[in-house]
C-alpha cells in the first residue's frame, strides 16, 4: 500500500517533467503547433462559444430560467429526474456545444437552482458537441458531406438524451428532489442582480468579464493540447501499440489516429475522416464516438470549471462515455436500416 500510495505521488511529477523536456526536443514542431492552436482558438473558439458565453451571463439575470422550469417541469422531472430549471442547461448545451452546457450546470450548483445531485445528472448528458462543429465543420468541412452531418448531430442528441434517462437515477436515494422546501427563496443565492435599464452596463459588463476568464481558460487547453498532439506524432510513441493493432487486425492508421481523437478530438477527427477507407462507416461511427465523448481536452475543461463547486466530475466521465458508446450504436443502426446514410463503397 506504501508502495502505490508512493507512486500515485510521483506519476504526476513524471509526466510534468517529460512534458518539460519533449518541449525541448521537439520545441521545433512545438511552436508551430502552439500557433495553430493559437489561431484555433481565435478563429473557430472565440467567435462560435464567447458569444454563448456571454448570452447565458446575461440571462442568468434574467427570470428566464424560472420561466422554462415552470413550463418544462412535467417533461424533465419524469423523465430526466432534474428540475424543470435544467431544460435551459440542456437546451442550450445542445445549441452552443462543449463547454456551455457545465458551465450552466456549475452556476446552478453555486446559486442553489438545482441539488448536487441534479447538478451532476446535468453534467452527465448536458455537455454536448453543438450543431455548427458536428453539421459545418465534421460534416460539411472534414467529410465534405451534409448528410453525415446530420446523421452525426441526430445521433448525437439521441444518445444524450439516452444517457440523460439513465443518469435519473443517479443518486437517486440521496436526492434532495423531494424535499420541498430546499429550493424556497431563502435558498437561492441573490447575488445576481435582476438586470434593468438603470443597471445594464454594469450586468452586460460583468457577464463579458466572466465570459472572457472562461474563453482565455480554454485557449489554454487548446494551444496546451496541440503541442501534446504534436509531441505524440512527433515522437511516434502510438508506434510502439503497433504490434498490439496488428495481433488485434485493426488498421493502425485508423487507431493512431482514434487515439489522437480521445486526447484532442477535432485533430483526430480531422485525421479519422482522411484516412482513405472504403468501408467509411467505420471512420464515420468512430467520429461519433470522439463527439459524444468528447476527450481528454474537454474534460480537463469541464474539471476546471466544476473544480469551483462541490460536483464531483465522475458522473460526467461515465456519462461521457456512455454518450460515445451510445452514439456509435446508433450511428451503425441508422446505417443499415436506412440505405441513404450507407456511404460504403
Known amino acids: 500500500m506504501i508502495r502505490v500510495f508512493r507512486l500515485k505521488n510521483i506519476i504526476l511529477p513524471i509526466l510534468f517533467l517529460t512534458f518539460a523536456i519533449c518541449l525541448v526536443l521537439f520545441s521545433s514542431t512545438n511552436l508551430s503547433a502552439a500557433k495553430n492552436g493559437l489561431n484555433l482558438w481565435a478563429n473557430s473558439v472565440i467567435p462560435s462559444l464567447f458569444p454563448f458565453f456571454v448570452a447565458t451571463e446575461l440571462l442568468s439575470y434574467t427570470n428566464i430560467i424560472n420561466i422554462i422550469g415552470k413550463r418544462l ?40 437552482i438545482c441539488s448536487k445531485e441534479e447538478c451532476e445528472r446535468l453534467l452527465a ?9 458536428i453539421i459545418a465543420t465534421v460534416g460539411i468541412g472534414m467529410y465534405a458531406s451534409s448528410t453525415i452531418g446530420i446523421l452525426l448531430f441526430i445521433t448525437h442528441i439521441l444518445a444524450c438524451i439516452t444517457v440523460g434517462f439513465l443518469f435519473r437515477f443517479w443518486k437517486y436515494k440521496h436526492s434532495d428532489n423531494n424535499n420541498p422546501h430546499y429550493f424556497s ?50 515522437s511516434h510513441f502510438i508506434a510502439f501499440f503497433e504490434p498490439i493493432f496488428n495481433f488485434l487486425h485493426i488498421p493502425f492508421k485508423l487507431s493512431e489516429n482514434f487515439i489522437l481523437g ?10 479519422i475522416s482522411t484516412i482513405p477507407e472504403k468501408k467509411i462507416s467505420i471512420n464515420i461511427i468512430l467520429t461519433a464516438f470522439l463527439l459524444g465523448c468528447g476527450g481528454i481536452s474537454i474534460l480537463l475543461q469541464v474539471w476546471s470549471i466544476t473544480s469551483k463547486t462541490d460536483l ?10 456512455l454518450h460515445g458508446l451510445f452514439a456509435s450504436l446508433y450511428v451503425f443502426i441508422f446505417i443499415h436500416v436506412f440505405p441513404f446514410f450507407c456511404f460504403d463503397l
Open 185 to 234: 427563496s431563502n435558498n437561492i443565492k441573490t447575488s445576481n442582480l435582476s438586470v434593468s435599464f438603470s443597471n445594464l452596463g454594469e450586468i452586460i459588463g460583468k457577464s463579458i468579464t466572466n465570459s472572457i476568464s472562461t474563453v482565455l481558460n480554454i485557449g489554454g487547453f487548446v494551444v496546451i493540447f496541440s503541442v501534446v498532439i504534436s509531441i505524440i506524432k512527433t
Open 312 to 321: 464531483s466530475i465522475k458522473p460526467y466521465i461515465i456519462g461521457k462515455i
Open 125 to 133: 448528458f448536458t455537455n454536448n458537441s453543438g450543431p455548427l462543429f
Open 73 to 112: 417541469n412535467k417533461f424533465m422531472k419524469p423523465f430526466f429526474n432534474v428540475r424543470g430549471e435544467g431544460a435551459f442547461a440542456f437546451l442550450m448545451g445542445i445549441i452552443s456545444g462543449y463547454p456551455v452546457g457545465a458551465k450552466i450546470a456549475s452556476n446552478f450548483r453555486n446559486n442553489n
Open 262 to 271: 480521445i486526447v484532442e478530438i477535432t485533430n483526430g477527427i480531422f485525421s
